[in-house]
Every structure is written in C-alpha cells, then in structure tokens.
C-alpha cells in the first residue's frame, strides 16, 4: 500500500509541478495531495518536500494556517485573467465564456479570502 501512496504523491507532485508553468492546472492543491500521500508512504519523500525551498514554503503556510501568499494570489489572478482573455480572443462561445468566467471567479474568491 506504501508503493500507491508513493506513486499517488509521485503523480500529484508531476502535475503540480506542470501546474507552475500552465494557468488553469493548480499547484498547491496538488503539492498538499502529494504532501498527504508522501506522508503516507514514505518519512523520507515527506520530509524533503516539507523542506524544499520552492515547494515547501506554500504546503507549510497552508498546513500552518490555511494560507496563501500574496505573491501566489496575485499570480494565479492573473493566470485566470489570461487564460479567459485567451478564450475571449479565440472566439470560445459565450456561454463557455460565461461558464469559465463564473468558474475562475469562485476560485478567486476563495483564493483572496484566505489569509496572507
């Protein structure tokens, strides 16, 4: 069951690790699944994704206080405006428009009513 474990946190830390680069896939909700699994697996995977100093810092925040930095609202606000200005200039229907916008609006709101 370890070996899962490891392969879920494996998996999760790919895709939040893509999900630095690309504006629609979140980071730190799967670095915290890939943190969740480690911890389930293995001390070792925990413990160096605990500490590592780009990954660590947003898990611990989290974990420490349900927060998210300034600097990491601001940049996933502007990843959503980008992306639904994207689709905006590729002509997407107006009711995927709509539907995206009302999508990026709720995970804006709960991303700025947690604390810094």
Same mark, same amino acid.
């Given at each position: 069951?370890? $070996?899962?474990?490891? #392969? ?10 893509a999900?630095?680069?690309? =504006? &629609?896939?979140? *980071?730190?909700?799967?670095?915290? !699944?890939? %943190? ?6 293995? $001390?070792? &995977?925990h413990?160096? !994704?605990? @500490? ?5 810092? =947003?898990?611990?925040?989290?974990? %420490? ?6 600097? %990491?609202?601001? #940049? ?11 689709? !905006? ?10 539907? @995206? #916008? ?10 700025? *009513?947690? =604390?810094?």
């Amino acid at each position: 069951m370890r $070996a899962l474990w490891a #392969a879920l946190g494996v998996l999760a830390l790919g895709l939040g690790m893509a999900g630095i680069v690309l =504006p &629609l896939l979140p *980071t730190v909700p799967f670095l915290l !699944l890939a %943190a969740w699994c480690f911890a389930r697996s293995s $001390a070792r &995977l925990h413990g160096w !994704l605990m @500490q590592h100093p780009l990954l660590g810092p =947003p898990i611990r925040d989290w974990d %420490a206080r349900g927060a998210v930095s300034r600097r %990491a609202k601001i #940049a996933a606000s502007g990843s959503m405006l980008a992306v639904w200005v994207g689709s !905006l200039l590729f002509g997407v229907p107006v009711f995927v428009l709509g539907l @995206q #916008a009302a999508t990026l609006g709720c995970v804006a709101i709960f991303i700025w *009513t947690r =604390p810094d």
